[in-house]
């Protein structure tokens, strides 16, 4: 799913990682291997975050980080895709105020 700029500040106060900019060179690559999405990286690869199911209407927009690619190396320079996993990661997108 792609966020706005809300939303990413949002995940990024709840989930440590840092957000892929839309105009980073790796962002086209990105979205013809998994689809539009806002990418963030951590300690472990590559992320994006899915609409989570709400369990009443009540609740907040959340969604869950889902982990598409880990480090093959040390360096953190090379991905390696694999099938998406989810973390058990929630994050809430819309903050009531």
Not at 26 to 33: G, H, I
Not at 34 to 42: A, R, S
């Amino acid at each position: 799913m792609k966020l706005n700029a809300t939303q990413v500040k949002q995940t990024l106060s709840q989930f440590d990682a840092q957000v892929l900019p839309d105009d980073h060179p790796a962002v086209s690559q990105l979205n013809d291997l998994f689809g539009e999405h806002t990418f963030f990286l951590d300690s472990s690869g590559l992320k994006v975050v899915e609409p989570a199911e709400a369990p009443e209407m009540e609740a907040p927009p959340t969604g869950e980080v889902v982990n598409l690619a880990d480090w093959s190396d040390a360096t953190f320079t090379s991905l390696r895709p694999h099938e998406p996993e989810l973390t058990g990661v929630v994050v809430v997108l819309e903050s009531k105020h």
